[in-house]
């Protein structure tokens, strides 16, 4: 609960007219971005599903040619129409935007279209669709890197549903903010049952031989509460955008990345002061971590914002555009095995390693951000004291088992549970470790840190062994915090 002792401080911390410091820098795109106006058109207002299976809009759907594209490359839209029906689009960036949070770029259309073939299954029940592309888009040479949003409409009145992507750049800034799309598709059971979790037999599988694309639309998202604007979108609605709706309200210095970008890019990530990993980041190659874990030896910091980080380790096929489950970041017997997980192996580097502490014992379940050293830079002007709680902030998927790094420090930690008063016998810890050139590693452990920041447009907050209670003044400026001494560097 913020108390009246809380505000006060927060208004001694922060001064009157914000609660953290804008970055005013007169070159920092975000900022001269987001002075112009914004729209919130760009939400659904049809998204009609099919009665079957309620994951897809099988009305419209689509998907781009790649989840990341740099300004001044085309993207190419691949979209179905069923029945067919003429179609238009509208491509909105996403950032604040006065609270607005999308600012309209290009409408494109309309267009004549059709129905396509579902796409049969291949081998390891891979479904590539291989549709024509029924429109593109060059992105301006001018664009600022964010994530891209193309709202499609089916007719004057039909059903609507989205396709994302992200736009990249090569400049230096402060923040590199990485979406987290691996695991987006990896829970992508479009058209029915064929994510990473469904083998045929199982519905929540979690062994290896299976492969997911993403040349395929994203279905609505479909596992702990409903996300009405997630058909079409993956995960980022959920946990990432309320990050980065914060982010550019506040001017900081962010440019955009997905995961493929950190798997095959480790010059490009290391042109950043700090490295963010958001929300629900579970899946990520082998190179992804040494990539990352270069990074760190050079300078760069990371937090990572995000929780089931770094746990399922998979492997990427340039040529299906997809992924497979083929191993686990941490020790065997670390977690209260998944059906199946038991049969991947196990193995070195284990994701404590880089992230300060990973996925463990019972792996779901939610708790209190309880403050364990209330001394530490990370809690300056938040007032906490050891043993205060920010209710319901962590969940629901957490991180424990710290590293035995040197250096390392537990700066919150709390017993988890299934639901209040039942505790499920987890211990969730928040970590800071220093790094080898004044950097530093911080890990928040929850999916769900970006609900203390903001409550954009279209949000909707979880709620599932515990609840996050929304923005926290606390939570804002231990986020300020870190960013600052991020910057610093």
């Not at 599903?49 to 809009?57: M, S």
């Not at 997980?341 to 209190?368: K, W």
């Amino acid at each position: 609960m913020i108390t009246r002792r809380h505000t006060i401080q927060a208004l001694a911390g922060f001064g009157l007219g914000s609660l953290v410091g804008r970055a005013e820098s007169s070159d920092n795109p975000i900022v001269l971005e987001n002075k112009r106006p914004g729209t919130r058109r760009w939400q659904l207002e049809r998204p009609r599903l099919d009665t079957g299976t309620k994951i897809r809009c099988s009305g419209i759907e689509g998907y781009a040619s790649s989840p990341s594209v740099k300004a001044g490359e085309t993207v190419r839209f691949h979209v179905s129409t069923h029945p067919a029906s003429p179609w238009s689009m509208e491509v909105y960036r996403m950032g604040w935007y006065g609270g607005d949070g999308g600012r309209l770029l290009a409408k494109l259309g309309p267009f004549e279209g059709g129905a396509q073939p579902e796409a049969t299954m291949g081998e390891k029940r891979v479904r590539l669709c291989g549709w024509p592309a029924g429109a593109e888009w060059t992105v301006p040479a001018d664009a600022v890197s964010g994530v891209y949003l193309c709202k499609l409409s089916a007719g004057d009145n039909g059903p609507q549903s989205y396709i994302i992507f992200v736009v990249k750049d090569a400049r230096k800034a402060d923040f590199l903010f990485q979406c987290s799309d691996f695991t987006w598709q990896a829970y992508n059971r479009w058209p029915s049952t064929f994510s990473l979790y469904d083998d045929g037999a199982n519905e929540w599988y979690w062994g290896g031989g299976v492969h997911v694309s993403f040349e395929r639309p994203y279905g609505k998202y479909r596992q702990i509460f409903d996300a009405p604007l997630s058909t079409g979108s993956g995960e980022w609605f959920l946990w990432e955008f309320p990050f980065a709706f914060w982010l550019e309200e506040h001017g900081y210095d962010v440019s955009y990345i997905s995961n493929l970008d950190t798997h095959s890019d480790p010059v490009g990530i290391q042109r950043a002061k700090g490295f963010l990993s958001i929300g629900h980041d579970e899946y990520w190659t082998i190179e992804m971590f040494r990539n990352v874990q270069a990074a760190l030896a050079a300078g760069v910091n990371l937090g990572f914002f995000s929780g089931n980080a770094v746990c399922g380790r998979v492997v990427y096929d340039k040529k299906l555009a997809a992924i497979e489950r083929v191993g686990v970041f941490g020790p065997p017997g670390g977690t209260r095995e998944f059906q199946h997980m038991a049969s991947l192996p196990h193995e070195r580097p284990y994701a404590n390693e880089l992230v300060g502490a990973h996925s463990t014992g019972p792996v779901t379940g939610g708790a209190d951000w309880v403050c364990s050293l209330p001394e530490h830079w990370l809690y300056q002007g938040t007032g906490m004291k050891k043993g205060e709680g920010i209710p319901g902030l962590i969940g629901w998927e957490w991180h424990g088992d710290p590293a035995p790094i040197p250096g390392l420090e537990i700066v919150a930690s709390a017993p988890t549970q299934s639901a209040p008063g039942k505790p499920n016998g987890g211990v969730h810890t928040g970590t800071v470790y220093p790094g080898p050139k004044a950097n530093f590693v911080f890990n928040a452990g929850t999916c769900w840190w970006a609900d203390g920041l903001s409550a954009p447009p279209g949000y909707v907050r979880p709620k599932v062994y515990t609840e996050p209670k929304g923005p926290d003044f606390r939570v804002q400026r231990m986020t300020e915090n870190i960013l600052k001494k991020m910057s610093r560097k």
